[in-house]
Structures are given as structure tokens and as C-alpha cells.
């Protein structure tokens, strides 16, 4: 069954540091999403991704954020300036339509040191 | 606020027995709901979801939720638990319109116990 794959499975950065989280999503979806969890906390929406432009983003999504698709099959997740209160779990999930599951990947662990 | 309440942080159940995850939401319009489940160190994996029509839907793994508009809930139930289903157990809800942003609960964690 085609999966959404994430990379690195976990990443450690110091504060301030730029990191980028990489997601291959499933290859005939057309709609992108990232989500995080801090630990102990519920999975939060952070930003859709639709047609090569942002359709919704959280009021966590700043400018600190961005999210691209370089290629026909990746899709990143771009913290410019990272803070301590960046550590979580980072989710990728990708759907083939715009109510359709959205099916998540196995999540980048992100620390900030 | 609208949101998606999980109501159990924990619950042990005996392998074997039955089990039922309880989700309430609070929007005005009924949600397209989706149950995902997360074992240690993996993503959410998709349990089962409703968007309209017959209100008991079958899922993966033996699974099954029953909407009641009544109650704005979808409760997720098994008849039988396998020491595998210990999990951490997500009810989500996509609002829908504009937004197909899924809103999660707090997360239920179930221990089975031999």
C-alpha cells in the first residue's frame, strides 16, 4: 500500500538554526498538509498545501514557517530561525481529494537544543 | 469554541473484552469524523471515517463507530480486544466548506492487560 514517507525520522538542532523536514507524499494526491504534536499535547494543523500555494495555515504557521514543493514529489517544511518551543512531532499527511482521509507519515521527531 | 472532546485519557481493558473510545464535537453542522490510531514510534494510521448515510461504519482491525447526531458523538467500539490494539487512539473532525483542516481530540490511550 503506497505510504507517505518523512525524513529524518528525528533531528536535532540548536536554537536559531534553520532545519528543514522533507515528506514524499503519496504520488496521485493533489493536497499536502503538515500537523505537530508537542509532547503530551493533540496533533495540531499547521498549514494545506494545494495547487503550489498555501490554501489554509494555523495562527502557529508564522513567518518563521514556509512550505514548499521543489519537485513533483517532495514536500518541505522550512523553520527559518528555530526556538525551543519548536520541539515536537512533526506530521506529513497527503489526501487525493479535499474531504478524502488524509493519510499521515511515521513523523520527523524535531529537538531544539 | 468548536472542538473534539475525548473524554478518556486512559483506559485498561482485559484482552478479550470490549471496548468503547468515546469522542464528543461541538460544531453546528455535522463534521466528516475520522478515528486514526498511533502505536509507539509510527504515524496515524486511518481507522475508519463518516461523512453521510448508514450511521454505524465498519473499520480496519475489526473496528466500528456509531454516529448519533443527537449526542455529536462518533464512539469508537470493538468487541474483542488483541493485546496489538494497545495504542494511542485519535478522533479527529474536518469542519468542512472552506476548510479541510482536521481538528484532533486529546488522544485516548488503551492498555490491554493479559
Known amino acids: 500500500e503506497p505510504e507517505v514517507t518523512q525524513t529524518p525520522s528525528h533531528q536535532v538542532t540548536q536554537m536559531g538554526q534553520e532545519v528543514i523536514l522533507r515528506c514524499v507524499p503519496i504520488?496521485?494526491?493533489?493536497?499536502f498538509y503538515w500537523y505537530r504534536q508537542i509532547l503530551g499535547q493533540k496533533v495540531e494543523f499547521l498549514v494545506s498545501?494545494?495547487?503550489?500555494?498555501?490554501?489554509?495555515k494555523s495562527e502557529i504557521f508564522d513567518d518563521q514557517f514556509s512550505v514548499e514543493r521543489p519537485d513533483g514529489s517532495n514536500f518541505t517544511l522550512k523553520i527559518r530561525s528555530t526556538k525551543l518551543e519548536d520541539s515536537a512531532m512533526y506530521f506529513c499527511?497527503?489526501?487525493?481529494?479535499?474531504?478524502?482521509?488524509?493519510?499521515f507519515g511515521d513523523g520527523t521527531r524535531l529537538s531544539i537544543l | 469554541a468548536q472542538s473534539v472532546t475525548q473524554p478518556d485519557i486512559h483506559i485498561t481493558v482485559s484482552e478479550g473484552a470490549s471496548l468503547e473510545l468515546r469522542c464528543n464535537y461541538s460544531?453546528?453542522?455535522?463534521?466528516?469524523l475520522f478515528w486514526y490510531v498511533q502505536s509507539p514510534g509510527q504515524g496515524l494510521q486511518l481507522l475508519l471515517k463518516?461523512?453521510?448515510?448508514?450511521?454505524l461504519v465498519q473499520g480496519i482491525k475489526g473496528f466500528e463507530a456509531e454516529f448519533k447526531r443527537s449526542q455529536s458523538s462518533f464512539n469508537l467500539r470493538k468487541p474483542s480486544v488483541h493485546w496489538s490494539d494497545a495504542a494511542e487512539y485519535f478522533c479527529?473532525?474536518?469542519?468542512?466548506?472552506?476548510?479541510?483542516?482536521?481538528?484532533f481530540g486529546t488522544g485516548t490511550l488503551l492498555a490491554v492487560q493479559p
Open positions: 498545501f494545494y495547487n503550489n500555494e498555501i490554501s489554509e
Open positions: 499527511a497527503s489526501s487525493d481529494d479535499r474531504v478524502q482521509p488524509q493519510h
Open positions: 463518516y461523512f453521510s448515510g448508514d450511521t
Open positions: 504520488s496521485n494526491h493533489l493536497y
Open positions: 479527529a473532525v474536518v469542519r468542512g466548506g472552506a476548510t479541510n483542516k482536521l481538528i
Open positions: 460544531y453546528g453542522a455535522t463534521p466528516y
